[in-house]
């Protein structure tokens, strides 16, 4: 069964660093490009990071780019999403996500998501 | 990088056909043919419904079908359902190799 299972999320200060993770299973993971995508409470999706399969290009929206940094593993099958100068704003449920193809295009599976509630 | 444009609600009884619409730029939905759309249930993760325009995943209703014209995509439910009732968002690449949801749309059957 094709998987994904972030873990990572917690409460932390304004100024603070976190670091989530994805486990991904079921998929061939290297072949495949991930993102990240966020979901502020009651809000919209809305687009965070992207990393090739290989790794070697990074994609970040405007709002997080110079504070996250997103990186894989391939020989442990797991993405991670670094957070730093973290702020209230970026307070959200957040999911990784699997594009259905190598490279750009949809996302057609997702985890259920981890929680960052940024607040002192 | 601002949000696609999606009504908040659109509403219809079931058997009825309704279609969400989904308005970018040049630089998001009208440059590029990676259109998706996504429902999600209450605490519930996204699902994908419609890739790459108008193309369904497998194990997607064909009551689901997907179209775009200039800068606006549309997403077609037929035969409405109960199941139905959910939020809808979609999503484009995005000039600058960045990616774009919708301000999303709150579909309820009556």
């Known amino acids: 069964e094709v998987q994904l299972l972030e873990s990572g999320g917690g409460l932390v200060q304004p100024g603070g660093s976190l670091r989530l993770s994805c486990a991904a299973s079921?998929?061939?993971?290297?072949?495949?490009?991930m993102t990240w995508v966020r979901q502020a409470p009651g809000k919209g999706l809305e687009w965070v990071s992207a990393i090739s399969g290989s790794g070697s290009r990074a994609y970040y929206a405007d709002s997080v780019k110079g504070r996250f940094t997103i990186s894989r593993d391939n020989s442990k099958d797991t993405l991670y999403l670094q957070m730093n100068s973290l702020r209230a704003e970026d307070t959200a449920l957040y999911y990784c996500g699997k594009f259905i193809g190598p490279t750009i295009g949809a996302f057609d599976i997702w985890g259920q998501g981890t929680m960052v509630t940024v607040s002192s | 990088q601002s949000a696609l444009t999606q009504p908040a609600s659109v509403s219809g009884s079931p058997g009825q056909s309704i279609t969400i619409s989904c308005t970018g730029t040049?630089?998001?939905?009208?440059?590029?043919?990676?259109v998706s759309w996504y429902q999600q249930h209450p605490g519930k993760a996204p699902k994908l419904m419609i890739y790459d325009v108008g193309n369904r995943p497998s194990g997607v209703s064909n009551r689901f079908s997907g179209s775009k014209s200039g800068n606006t995509a549309s997403l077609t439910i037929s035969g409405l359902q109960a199941e139905d009732e959910a939020d809808y968002y979609c999503s484009s690449f995005s000039s600058g190799d960045k990616g774009v949801f919708g301000t999303g749309t709150k579909v309820t059957v009556l």
């Open positions: 079921g998929f061939s993971f290297s072949s495949y490009a």
């Open positions: 040049s630089s998001d939905v009208g440059g590029y043919n990676f």
